[in-house]
């Protein structure tokens, strides 16, 4: 648990704005930009960049991507450098929320992989950086996505003790868990054997 300095306004302030930062819809704005049609109705409808590869376009997809880790980083890093520390954590969790649960698309939101790890990344970076090696290493074996994602989540929390960063369990504990909650019917469908690999067009 961090140690909540700053003052109950500030947190708030900081909440807010860390939401409507996390909550902008870059798959949908990118994959409209691009002429690539509504996101919502291709493949799982979902936000987040793997479904916008299933476009066919690697360069919105690695757009999306980008863009979904930074808006986390930067509502981190902001609060960080404007309030402190604690405010970081607040910031880190809004920002998650609002990718997955976007006033904008009347709160239907992606399953915040890349926002999850953008803001491991900025809060501090050798678990950022440890859990986005998980993620990879899991694809290149497996070539699922889902599977990648879920790794990188259940190994997050871990690797924060172990590199010497126990004040951020409690929150990557939280946010795993909803990445877990939000992957639901890729858990039944990896427990079926029926999920798509990575660059498949099935939901």
């Known amino acids: 648990m961090p140690v909540f300095e700053a003052s109950a306004l500030a947190l708030l302030v900081t909440a807010v704005l860390g939401y409507l930062i996390g909550s902008i819809p870059f798959g949908v704005l990118v994959t409209k930009a691009m002429g690539l049609g509504d996101l919502r109705k291709i493949g799982s409808g979902n936000i987040g960049a793997t479904n916008v590869l299933r476009t066919g376009n690697k360069a919105a997809a690695l757009a999306t991507l980008i863009l979904d880790g930074g808006k986390g980083a930067v509502a981190v890093l902001v609060a960080r450098a ?14 998650f929320l609002g990718h997955l649960y976007p006033v904008w698309l009347n709160f239907k939101g992606g399953k915040g992989v890349a926002t999850f790890l953008g803001t491991l990344l900025a809060l501090a970076w050798p678990v950022g950086l440890a859990a986005c090696l998980t993620w990879l290493a899991t694809a290149i074996v497996t070539r699922i996505s889902s599977l990648s994602a879920l790794a990188a989540a259940a190994a ?4 924060a003790w172990a590199l010497g960063h126990g004040d951020l369990v409690l929150l990557i504990l939280v946010m795993a868990a909803l ?17 798509p690999r990575i660059g498949g067009t099935k939901p």
């Open 82 to 95: 404007c309030v402190g520390p604690d405010a970081a954590q607040v910031a880190a969790l809004a920002s």
């Open 179 to 195: 990445v877990f909650w939000r992957h639901g019917a890729n858990i039944a469908r990896l427990r079926a054997g029926t999920e």
């Open 156 to 159: 997050a929390a871990p690797l």
